[in-house]
């Protein structure tokens, strides 16, 4: 039996690059980087050093990146940053999508709750893309921000970001993107590509759990989020992650240095798995075929349960996923699923296969070797599957 890694969009393994950026920060540069003594600036030189070198990854000044705890932080504080502007201005109009990942939707539901927002959630379509012209329709007078994830992840599909932000710049709207599974992936330049804020987040790159940042245009006035000492320039407080920060930006270079090779890697995995994957019956790959992330491998089968699809991969020594990690355990179908115009008992039979550059085609064979009898199993014992078969 092999084992197979394929749930990369949960969390990724530390790559060698930003284990080695970060060791050395745990034992000798173990200092404060607010303490003025050696080890204490010795520490401050490698938060700003990191701090540069992400800005170059995104075409960003270092004065324009924001450490956080990770990308749920940076997405709650993007938002928090769009109302206290938009509180200014009267301004209380957010506009987001169906399928967001919850650190966007909770967040944007709890300020409705509090009057604080009226929401706008544009559909995603069967194919699991925003249409530009219904974003430009979408905008009001009143809108105070347009947040649309740059990749899902359940199903991996890319958004035309580029245009959207072109429409919400043209418009003079706050435009912010949830980035966390984009990032290291697929190329991205917040300039070129119109983007105010951008949340992103270590461990989807083979970086540490915990860590991540928030990009800001320097135009953007930014609300403090943590209060208490001065440190991210005095808008979120507390003593920042020194190792978790050196780990992400290594992996980060680590990725971004590597990304057409891993790309074209991982696509030929993924499309590997997709075309045997398309041959079993009753099945349908969700989500666009080439508008997504090299990684990402969405299926649905009619007649079977997710999650009893999981547990007997896991016996076969496959991890993978039924949607997002974060609504595992709860039997609701996922709302992103909901999103594309499944019905209920569709979504219910989802599975997600995350693949990395440490996959291999020897795990795809075994995966495509092991899942049909896997389904076929479970169908056996699925009255629905009867009932399927019947044609009732
Ligand atoms: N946004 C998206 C699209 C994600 O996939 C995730 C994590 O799964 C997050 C936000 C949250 O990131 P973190 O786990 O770093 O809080």
Same mark, same amino acid.
């Given at each position: 039996?092999?084992?197979?890694?394929?749930?990369?969009?949960?969390?990724?393994?530390?790559?060698?690059?930003?284990?080695?950026?970060?060791?050395?920060?745990?034992?000798?540069?173990?200092?404060?980087?607010?303490?003025?003594?050696?080890?204490?600036?010795?520490?401050?030189?490698?938060?700003?050093?990191?701090?540069? &070198?992400?800005?170059?990854?995104?075409?960003?000044?270092?004065?324009?990146?924001?450490?956080?705890?990770?990308?749920?932080?940076?997405?709650?504080?993007?938002?928090?940053?769009?109302?206290?502007?938009?509180?200014?201005?009267?301004?209380?109009?957010?506009?987001?999508?169906?399928?967001?990942?919850?650190?966007?939707?909770?967040?944007?539901?709890?300020?409705?709750?509090?009057?604080?927002?009226?929401?706008?959630?544009?559909?995603?379509?069967?194919?699991?893309?925003?249409?530009?012209?219904?974003?430009?329709?979408?905008?009001?007078?009143?809108?105070?921000?347009?947040?649309?994830?740059?990749?899902?992840?359940?199903?991996?599909?890319? #958004?035309?970001?580029?245009?959207?932000?072109?429409?919400?710049?043209?418009?003079?709207?706050?435009?912010?993107?949830?980035?966390?599974?984009?990032?290291?992936?697929?190329?991205?330049?917040?300039?070129?590509?119109?983007?105010?804020?951008?949340?992103?987040?270590?461990?989807?790159?083979?970086?540490?759990?915990?860590?991540?940042?928030?990009?800001?245009?320097?135009?953007?006035?930014?609300?403090?989020?943590?209060?208490?000492?001065? #440190?991210?320039?005095?808008? &979120?407080?507390?003593?920042?992650?020194?190792?978790?920060?050196?780990?992400?930006?290594?992996?980060?270079?680590?990725?971004?240095?590597?990304?057409?090779?891993?790309?074209?890697?991982?696509?030929?995995?993924?499309?590997?798995?997709?075309?045997?994957?398309? #041959?079993?019956? &009753?099945?349908?790959?969700?989500?666009?075929?080439?508008?997504?992330?090299?990684?990402?491998?969405?299926?649905?089968?009619?007649?079977?349960?997710?999650?009893?699809?999981?547990?007997?991969?896991?016996?076969?020594?496959?991890?993978?996923?039924?949607?997002?990690?974060?609504?595992?355990?709860?039997?609701?179908?996922?709302?992103?699923?909901?999103?594309?115009?499944?019905?209920?008992?569709?979504?219910?039979?989802?599975?997600?296969?995350?693949?990395?550059?440490?996959?291999?085609?020897?795990?795809?064979?075994?995966?495509?070797?092991?899942?049909?009898?896997?389904? #076929?199993?479970?169908?056996?014992?699925?009255?629905?599957?009867?009932?399927?078969?019947?044609?009732?």
């Amino acid at each position: 039996m092999l084992n197979v890694y394929a749930d990369n969009a949960a969390t990724t393994a530390v790559s060698q690059a930003a284990l080695a950026a970060m060791l050395p920060c745990f034992t000798a540069g173990y200092g404060n980087p607010s303490s003025i003594h050696t080890p204490g600036q010795e520490a401050a030189a490698v938060l700003d050093s990191a701090r540069e &070198r992400l800005g170059k990854l995104l075409n960003a000044s270092p004065r324009e990146i924001y450490f956080t705890g990770g990308g749920t932080e940076a997405d709650n504080w993007a938002v928090y940053i769009a109302a206290a502007i938009g509180a200014k201005k009267n301004k209380r109009h957010f506009i987001s999508t169906r399928f967001e990942h919850h650190a966007m939707l909770h967040t944007l539901e709890k300020l409705a709750k509090k009057g604080d927002a009226e929401v706008t959630l544009l559909e995603v379509h069967e194919d699991g893309l925003v249409r530009p012209g219904e974003l430009a329709a979408a905008i009001r007078e009143d809108t105070a921000l347009v947040s649309v994830m740059y990749a899902n992840n359940e199903i991996g599909t890319l #958004q035309p970001i580029p245009q959207l932000g072109a429409i919400c710049r043209e418009r003079g709207v706050l435009f912010h993107t949830d980035a966390v599974q984009a990032v290291g992936h697929v190329p991205i330049d917040v300039k070129e590509q119109n983007i105010d804020l951008l949340s992103l987040s270590g461990h989807k790159f083979h970086g540490p759990k915990g860590v991540g940042a928030l990009y800001c245009r320097s135009a953007v006035p930014v609300a403090s989020f943590i209060e208490g000492g001065a #440190q991210e320039r005095g808008k &979120r407080a507390g003593t920042e992650n020194v190792p978790g920060i050196a780990g992400m930006v290594a992996a980060l270079e680590d990725s971004c240095g590597h990304m057409v090779a891993n790309s074209d890697k991982v696509s030929a995995l993924r499309d590997r798995l997709i075309e045997a994957l398309s #041959q079993i019956p &009753r099945g349908r790959l969700n989500g666009h075929r080439e508008k997504r992330l090299p990684g990402i491998v969405n299926f649905c089968f009619e007649g079977i349960e997710g999650e009893s699809l999981l547990l007997r991969l896991d016996m076969a020594g496959i991890s993978a996923s039924s949607g997002s990690a974060c609504t595992s355990g709860s039997l609701d179908p996922s709302h992103v699923l909901l999103a594309l115009g499944l019905p209920h008992e569709i979504a219910h039979g989802s599975l997600r296969l995350s693949l990395s550059e440490y996959n291999t085609p020897a795990e795809m064979d075994y995966v495509i070797e092991t899942l049909p009898g896997i389904i #076929q199993l479970l169908r056996d014992m699925s009255p629905v599957w009867e009932r399927i078969e019947k044609g009732e």
